[in-house]
């Protein structure tokens, strides 16, 4: 705008410049009084300005030549009159033709080209505006729909979450239903099981219920915890998955975590890897030390995933299951990485022969304390 504006001022001073060298030249031929004198280059002068509307008025004001208002204007005496007492009455001040014994003036106004630089900016601002307007409206609808996802997933991934231990909990009643005399040994061994999934069921309202709070993260064995999630998935996997989970007695190694969702994360990580091998295969959990992190790789013989879409999987939305919603890995990224300060990414994946996802978190000491509060809320 500041250029349009400058190239705008530049161009009314040449127009100007140009008014005078009309003004010069007309002068030039009033004040000539022999008729044969040679007025080429005078008449060149005057034919050769096309752009700038010109009226030449006696001293009455009375319009006696008209130039570039078009054709049938520049000879309309009362379409040029009208054009000076407008000229007049915003404070045009003409320039004056003195001859031999008269005293013409010459009005003159800005050219169409001007007439449209000055407009430009205005132009440039409702584009402007309009640009903005339909960015607004872009990512006012696409945060709609970004936010309409994220409730159907949760909605969906509640409905997920509780599916397996009331499937479980389905199938021991139907057991205990069929097996009338059952030995009461196994049968507490089932009812505890039972008592599991009715845990497991306290769990994830636990989980949900932490929506909007801040969580607590507390000083925990890694091995540990990891040995109990597989406990709970080893049992509600198919009989051809095998699980190689590091062993939980060995020297302990402390990470701070909330259990209730880093189990969500574990968990999650292990159903996808269920059902990217579809019945049979195995996964593993591995613990490496590094520059103060523990990095947790969760391995699969699954299908893999492109290379491609190695940052894509974390996206609200993107899934590879014909009935899923993609909500899983995006919501295991924003707990791992934004209430545990860690990273989670696809460290390695190859089609047909498996994925390895890893897990990067801080280690702690056996002397720091145990429970920490962190600033940011689910």
Known sequence: MIYVNYLTQRLKEGERYTA????????????????????????DIISSIKSIPMILTDKNMVPKLGRNYGEGKNEDTDYLSRRVQKLVASGKKPLEIPGEGVVEYLYYENSRL????????????????????L??????????????????????????????????????????????QMDPSLRREYLHEMGKDVDRLKLIAD???????????????LFEELDKCKGYMQKR?????????????????????????????????V??????MEGAGQISANVLEE???????????GKGIPANKFKTVFQPGFTTKSRGWGLGLSLAQRIIEQYHQGKIFVKHSRLNEG???????????????????IQAKI
Do not use: C
């Open 355 to 373: 994925t390895t996802f890893s897990i990067k978190l801080p280690k702690v000491s056996e002397g720091e304390p145990v429970k920490t509060k």
């Open 291 to 301: 520059d103060g992190f523990l990095n947790i790789d969760i391995s699969d013989t």
């Open 135 to 180: 960015g607004y409206i872009g990512f006012s609808n696409a945060r709609r729909a970004e936010q309409n996802q994220v409730w159907v997933g949760m909605a969906k991934e509640t409905a997920h979450q509780l599916g397996t231990p009331i499937s479980a909990i389905m199938g021991w009643l139907q057991y205990l239903e069929e097996e009338e």
């Open 271 to 276: 159903r996808n890897a269920l059902d990217a």
């Open 20 to 43: 005078l060298v009309f003004s010069g030249a007309m002068e030039n031929i009033t004040r000539k009084q022999d008729m044969n004198q040679d007025f080429t280059f005078e008449s």
């Open 114 to 133: 001007y007439t449209m630089l000055t407009y430009f900016p205005l132009f440039q601002g409702i584009l402007l505006f309009g640009f903005i307007a």
């Open 207 to 221: 989980r949900f219920s932490k929506i909007g709070s801040t969580p607590e993260l507390v000083k925990i064995n």
């Open 237 to 269: 996997s198919p009989k051809k998955v095998q699980f190689a989970f590091p062993d939980p007695d060995q020297s302990a190694l402390y990470v701070k975590i909330n259990p209730p969702l880093f189990d969500w994360v574990i968990e999650n990580l």
